[in-house]
């Protein structure tokens, strides 16, 4: 068992054991099959990544494991890889209608589907992870997110964040915002919203495997993908001149488990809480696998790759902070559930900026050079 795997099992047992301490005359009140059944149930997971990818592809393997660990081999997840039981931003319709009964991808694809789930992922100049963990788990963003998939028969759980990302490959240098004009970019969610407000042709439905054709072939100008760790894996380097930061469109991308409603229903009691404290574990899990690993593969970008790594200048992220004002205002204008979203995410991101100036913010403001000490 891997140190990864096996302090995400100590932390699951432990939560979970402790979710069904409860007193004698509780227990007797529990159906005495969550405790005696030993019937197998084999579910299958579609995600919308390449089939083991670092940090993407090998969380819902994570996941997995630790879910039939847990359970004793009761409950068995099979993991399939985008395009291997259906194409990779079809997982959504796949879990809602029954066809498996759990996904693992990215809540902003399904824009077309419902607005308001472009939140639950990342918006632009919006929470980084930290502060996207606090909102979804203790300040009613699931519950948020649980209603705006309800009509779907779908549950959502968090299922991993990849850290701020990076602002993306490009064949051409942004130097104003007018160098937006006419740039097809692959930028999904209220990201490409934003672009297209510029005068950017935003392209969403590219996934990870064909960014390096479209980029080679001249289909796209610019794409962003994640940052250094499936960036690199992925060979997006070789194909495109300039890695922009920082990542405007996605401070703190989360990830999702999204899972059958009637399929979960019918679970044992115990079996539900496994597989809530696994997608738990993992949605930490992933987090910590993404930062080490960008810091790793950033460094084999400069110093192998001699990658030239550009910084957007102030008026192209100003210009980017104000259409992505108007994108929100305009799509709050138009649908009731996305603003009501929008309200509670706001509200949040308020105070949020108010208590980090207090901490993070402050002691990043201050100059530190370790070469003039005082």
């Known amino acids: 068992m891997s140190k990864v795997i096996q302090t995400c099992w100590i932390l699951g047992l432990t939560l979970l054991l402790g979710c069904q301490q409860e007193t004698p005359s509780k227990l007797s009140s529990v159906p005495q099959k969550d405790f005696i059944s030993h019937q197998v149930i084999e579910w299958r997971l579609a995600t919308s990544w390449p089939k083991n990818l670092p940090g993407l592809g090998m969380a819902p393997e994570r996941f997995a494991q630790l879910v039939e660990q847990m359970s004793n081999g009761r409950l068995v997840i099979t993991v399939y890889g985008a395009g291997e039981l259906m194409p990779a931003l079809s997982v959504f319709d796949g879990?809602?209608?029954?066809?498996?009964?759990?996904?693992?991808?990215?809540?902003?694809?399904?824009?077309?589907?419902?607005?308001?789930?472009?939140?639950?992922?990342?918006?632009?100049?919006?929470?980084?992870?930290?502060?996207?963990n606090a909102w979804l788990h203790y300040g009613g963003g699931m519950e948020l997110w649980e209603e705006v998939y309800q009509p779907f028969g779908v549950l959502p759980l968090a299922g991993g964040n990849t850290g701020m990302q990076m602002g993306g490959w490009f064949n051409k240098i942004i130097v104003s915002p007018e160098d937006f004009k006419g740039l097809k970019m692959r930028l999904p969610g209220l990201g490409g919203?934003?672009?297209?407000?510029?005068?950017?042709?935003?392209?969403?439905?590219?996934?990870?495997?064909?960014?390096?054709?479209?980029?080679?072939?001249?289909?796209?100008?610019?794409?962003?993908?994640?940052?250094?760790?499936?960036?690199?894996?992925?060979?997006?380097?070789?194909?495109?001149?300039?890695?922009?930061?920082?990542?405007?469109?996605?401070?703190?991308?989360?990830?999702?488990?999204?899972?059958?409603?009637?399929?979960?229903?019918?679970?044992?009691?115990?079996?539900?809480?496994?597989?809530?404290?696994?997608?738990?574990?993992?949605?930490?899990d992933m987090?910590?696998?993404?930062?080490?690993?960008?810091?790793?593969?950033?460094?084999?970008?400069?110093?192998?790759?001699n990658v030239?790594?550009?910084?957007?200048?102030?008026?192209?992220?100003?210009?980017?902070?104000?259409?992505?004002?108007?994108?929100?205002?305009?799509?709050?204008?138009?649908?009731?559930?996305?603003?009501?979203?929008?309200?509670?995410?706001?509200?949040?991101?308020?105070?949020?900026?108010?208590?980090?100036?207090?901490?993070?913010d402050a002691l990043s403001r201050f100059e530190l050079d370790d070469k003039n000490q005082p």
């Open 95 to 132: 879990v809602s209608n029954g066809t498996i009964e759990m996904a693992h991808s990215a809540s902003y694809y399904w824009k077309g589907k419902a607005p308001a789930a472009q939140f639950f992922s990342s918006i632009p100049f919006g929470l980084n992870a930290q502060q996207m």
């Open 193 to 284: 919203e934003v672009l297209k407000k510029l005068g950017g042709v935003p392209v969403d439905a590219l996934a990870g495997r064909e960014l390096y054709g479209a980029l080679q072939t001249g289909a796209i100008d610019a794409a962003e993908w994640v940052g250094p760790y499936n960036d690199l894996s992925l060979g997006l380097h070789q194909v495109a001149k300039y890695y922009y930061y920082p990542g405007w469109h996605e401070p703190g991308s989360t990830m999702e488990f999204l899972i059958n409603q009637q399929a979960f229903s019918t679970l044992p009691n115990d079996l539900k809480m496994i597989v809530k404290v696994a997608a738990r574990a993992i949605n930490q």
């Open 287 to 305: 987090l910590d696998d993404y930062t080490q690993g960008h810091i790793a593969a950033m460094d084999v970008l400069l110093n192998e790759h």
């Open 308 to 360: 030239q790594v550009k910084l957007f200048p102030n008026t192209v992220i100003r210009a980017l902070k104000y259409a992505r004002d108007d994108v929100l205002n305009s799509e709050a204008a138009k649908d009731p559930l996305f603003n009501k979203v929008l309200e509670s995410y706001m509200a949040n991101e308020k105070s949020v900026k108010r208590y980090f100036s207090y901490t993070e």
